[in-house]
């Protein structure tokens, strides 16, 4: 063998394939893994990783950075989290293709659905691309992370039938119009199709790619498969059980048609479903007639933060709310400070249904004010209990005495029961993902989950072999979504790696930091034992620092 370019020596192997941990050595050369087990000479580069885990670079399955790939190649702070891979384009939204001028649509259904602002988008996306192809090109230069891209159903419609794609379903000819798109999406390196059975537009209106009919999905999945790869992806209808039983039959349907895998966003632990019993039993009902459907799991409790001078799901279905909220600032805070408007808001939260409905289970997080520091850590149902207030008023209360910078936070409801939601990660048909990383910024920070399954569900409570969850988060997700060249530590394959401390490896607390275009802010998860991730070869993260190195591909 001729010189290596990089070796790691003395590692504590874990190939992804779910095989026993063994020590040895791996070498690279031209970005791929070359050689594992005993490697002999000296490489250009040499690392000695005794005490330490090499594992595949880990795939995040579920995020929408999009946008932020335009800005920042980086992905940040995935990396930073040992993801070597994200997949983009999910929930029916991609920024491809798209009509030259008409990319204001796309803008504000990013903005609603995935709480990314249109005053980034106006700083930093250029929108000067088309076609899907043309979008890929745009993010390829300058990527540090590699990029798996989804062409969303929505924005699909949207180009090919304008204002008709959110009134009616399509034509043959509308339909053959989608199919080419796709075609030549997954000739360029597409990864598949997104859809969504749930989301709404910024009028409350369904988005486009609910208007369609099983023989259009069908249709575009039968496109899609003739690359010889593919997957589609989608949100379900999660307020209704029944609906989403409903949508994980169609997902069955539309598998067997067109012999392609369908994944579904999220699989959740909730207080009436510890162990998600109903949809995984839809689940399995498909898999034992033919289809290959698997639902997407996330290993952290779904908690959420709200502000009134951010953005907040929440909200959404309390309309004189959302109609502040989607005022300009200034504005929304002389709206939320209006005596004439306050009783009008408080009644309309007192009748909060469906994701509203957790507002009374809300705690105090961050205060401005000094009058509002006794409050900290308190839920919302106590102080308006003590305070003789409705829970509306207490939200209006406290925001206003902060400017609206009040942090309000939803712990510990959803995936809270860590031995369900490890039964969940575990189950075959559940993928390890879910994250939504890149979106809700002002909400909460996806990324970080592969760094929360090795610290809690590895580490602290063994819930999981290190093993297996390696395998969870590269080899399986690799394999069962047709990302064929990585995922596993053999020769041949891409040389993403980890390298980390199993007995250090760690996820920091939410920080909410000023680093966006457009004035934006986020919350982000910082991360600590990871030593390196190397991505096609090279070094891009080094002991939490990243280098110049930008070798992301679209995979």
């Known amino acids: 063998m001729t010189r290596p370019d990089l070796a790691i020596r003395n590692a504590r192997i874990v190939d992804g394939t779910g095989a026993p941990a063994r020590t040895g050595d791996i070498a690279v050369s031209d970005g791929k893994i070359v050689a594992v087990g005993s490697v002999d000479g000296t490489a250009t580069c040499e690392i000695d990783a005794a005490g330490q885990v090499v594992a595949p670079g880990f795939i995040d399955i579920h995020t929408h950075f999009d946008p932020q790939l335009c800005w920042d190649g980086l992905a940040t702070p995935s990396l930073e989290h040992g993801v070597t891979t994200v997949v983009i384009g999910n929930c029916s939204l991609s920024l491809a293709p798209v009509h030259p001028g ?9 903005q609603v659905i995935e709480d990314i602002k249109k005053r ?32 969303g159903h929505s924005a699909l419609r949207y180009y090919v039938m ?14 053959q119009q989608m199919c080419d798109l796709v075609e030549e999406a997954m000739a360029a390196g597409a990864l598949g199709i997104s859809s969504s059975y749930v989301d709404i537009d910024e009028n409350m209106n369904p988005v486009p790619s609910r208007y369609a009919n099983l023989r259009e999905k069908i249709a575009l999945c039968k496109a899609m498969a003739k690359s010889g790869r593919g997957i589609y992806q989608v949100v379900p209808y999660f307020p209704e059980m029944e609906q989403q039983l409903a949508n994980i039959r169609e997902l069955g349907e539309i598998s067997r048609a067109a012999n392609i895998p369908c994944s579904l966003q999220p699989v959740l632990s909730s207080p009436t479903s510890p162990n998600a019993d109903e949809v995984i039993q839809a689940l ?27 953005t907040s ?4 279905a309390l309309p004189s709310w959302k ?7 200034d504005e929304r805070r002389t709206k939320f400070a209006d005596p004439a408007l306050r009783d009008g808001l408080v009644r309309e939260m007192s009748e909060a249904r469906g994701m509203s409905g957790a507002l009374p289970f809300l705690s105090v997080g961050h205060v401005v004010s000094k009058a509002n520091e006794q409050y900290q850590g308190r839920h919302l149902a106590e102080i308006a209990e003590t305070e003789g207030k409705q829970i509306g008023e207490v939200i209006l209360d406290l925001s206003n005495a902060d400017n609206l910078e009040t942090e309000f936070q939803l712990k510990g409801v959803i995936n809270a029961d860590k031995a ?12 390890f993902g879910a994250s939504d990383a890149g979106a809700h910024i002002t909400q909460f920070c996806g990324t970080g989950d592969t760094t929360h399954l090795l610290e809690h569900y590895v580490r602290e409570t063994g819930q999981m072999s290190l093993e297996r969850a390696v395998h969870r988060m590269t080899g399986e997700v690799a394999k069962d979504w047709g990302i064929a060249d990585r995922g596993t530590l053999e020769p041949g394959k891409a040389a993403d790696l980890v390298l980390f401390d199993p007995d250090r490896v760690s996820v920091g607390d939410e920080e909410f930091v000023d680093d966006f275009p457009g004035e934006a802010r986020r919350y982000v998860r910082r991360a600590e034992g990871y030593a390196a991730v190397i991505v096609n070869g090279e070094i891009v993260l080094e002991d939490g620092q990243y280098t110049d190195a930008r070798p992301g591909q679209i995979v």
């Open 284 to 310: 399995e009902a498909e898999r034992q007639n033919g289809g290959r459907v698997y639902g997407q799991v996330m290993p952290r409790c779904f908690d959420l933060n709200m502000r009134l001078s951010e």
């Open 120 to 151: 980034t988008f106006d700083a930093a996306v250029p929108f000067s691309w088309e076609s899907f192809p043309e979008y890929l090109d745009h993010i390829r230069s300058g990527l540090g992370i590699n990029v798996a891209a989804l062409i």
């Open 313 to 316: 799901m929440l909200l959404y």
């Open 323 to 329: 109609a502040i909220m989607d005022s300009p600032l």
């Open 420 to 431: 369900a939601v490890a039964k969940l990660i575990n189950h075959p048909l559940c993928h």
């Open 102 to 110: 008409k990319h204001h649509k796309l803008v504000s259904m990013f």
């Open 162 to 175: 304008d204002a008709a794609s959110q009134e009616r379903e399509a034509t043959d000819d509308e339909i």
